[in-house]
């Protein structure tokens, strides 16, 4: 079996910053994308980044230029660096993986989720 576990949500004031992380672990053979999701109350899941195996990242509009994806394969590991954090990025963060098993295929993953809120 896979899971994804998150850490590093939590409460900052708008400006602040936080640092997300979301390791992988069990009967993993390669992991395709990795990428981070948000979804605030009354709202769609929406997709805040996404990183390749080989590196390509591609972030929403919302969010480039603050927030900063990235991974490390050896520990099955992706982040997410979020600086200048605004009230509107309050929500619950997921991690998002496609992972390869053997004998299993390839199939996607979602972390528990991690409350981030950004007040004052």
């Known amino acids: 079996q896979v899971q994804l576990v998150e850490s590093g949500g939590g409460l900052v004031h708008p400006g602040g910053s936080l640092r997300l992380s979301c390791a992988a672990s069990g009967s993993i053979n390669s992991i395709n994308v990795m990428a981070w999701y948000r979804q605030a109350p009354g709202k769609e899941r929406e997709v805040i980044a996404t990183?390749?195996?080989?590196?390509?990242?591609h972030y929403r509009d919302s969010v480039k230029g603050r927030f900063t994806i990235s991974r490390d394969n050896a520990k099955n590991t992706v982040y997410l660096q979020m600086n200048s954090l605004k009230p509107e990025d309050t929500a619950v963060y997921y991690c998002n993986a496609i992972i390869l098993q053997i004998g299993v295929g390839m199939n996607e993953y979602w972390g528990q989720g991690t409350q981030v809120t950004v007040s004052s």
């Open positions: 990183v390749t195996t080989g590196g390509k990242i």
